[in-house]
């Protein structure tokens, strides 16, 4: 191979190599592996994954993200590389990269329901709650049977219930009027959010905190009948 390449470099050794001293716990040869192969192209975006692997694991999140702006300015289509750059930012709290890289994601694929789950969770974080509403929305869109978007967007509006409930509670004795049409937005939280917790438990009938949210709304709304069916099924 040198014969017919002189100076050139068989990358799929030095790949191999990067492989080997990760396993092996050698980081720093990893790296430089890694970083070999990667400038020289060797599996493209996927290398540059395993070099930022390889520098997070040496507790480098700087230089883990250096590596995957650099695979991603490179392979701008590889969604692999977009992926691990959001989690970095969205483990490292740098909501607004986060958000950049996640609509770059979205319109890569835009049938990924995980990306707006990703999205709405980063919204519902910073407060921005309409927004959270419509990406969760989305995700249920795209996959209806997505337990998590389900139970993030139950659980924003049933706790949105209970502070609408922290509201009526706060209205003087003397005003029941007030009173009762507070306690009224609050059931209207609470009926957004029992579909969805139903949904939740559809998808994991045991799962402890659907039940929990379930027997809580079923109470709230005075549907009797399934809050004593959720009770027994709670061993209560």
Request: glycine share 6%.
């Amino acid at each position: 191979m040198k014969a017919d390449n002189p100076g050139g470099i068989d990358t799929v050794i030095v790949f191999n190599a990067g492989l080997a001293a990760f396993n092996a716990g050698n980081l720093a040869k990893a790296i430089k592996f890694y970083g070999e192969a990667a400038k020289h192209g060797y599996n493209e975006g996927r290398t540059y994954q395993l070099l930022s692997k390889a520098h997070l694991e040496n507790k480098d999140t700087a230089s883990a993200l250096i590596a995957l702006q650099e695979g991603f300015q490179k392979y701008p289509e590889d969604n692999g590389v977009l992926v691990e750059l959001i989690n970095i930012y969205i483990n490292s709290g740098k909501t607004n990269d986060a958000m950049k890289y996640l609509s770059l994601a979205i319109e890569q694929d835009p049938e990924n329901s995980t990306y707006y789950f990703a999205q709405g969770s980063l919204y519902d974080q910073v407060g921005e709650q309409e927004k959270a509403i419509q990406s969760y929305k989305k995700a249920i869109s795209v996959n209806p049977e997505y337990y998590d978007a389900n139970y993030n967007l139950g659980a924003l509006f049933y706790n949105n219930g209970v502070k609408q409930i922290e509201v009526a509670n706060k209205v003087p004795a003397n005003d029941n009027a007030r009173y009762e049409a507070e306690l009224k937005k609050a059931d209207e939280w609470f009926e957004k959010a029992l579909p969805l917790m139903e949904k939740c438990r559809e998808l994991k009938p045991d799962d402890p905190y659907a039940l929990e949210s379930l027997r809580n709304l079923y109470y709230r709304l005075q549907m009797m009948d399934k809050y004593e069916e959720i009770m027994k099924l709670m061993g209560q």
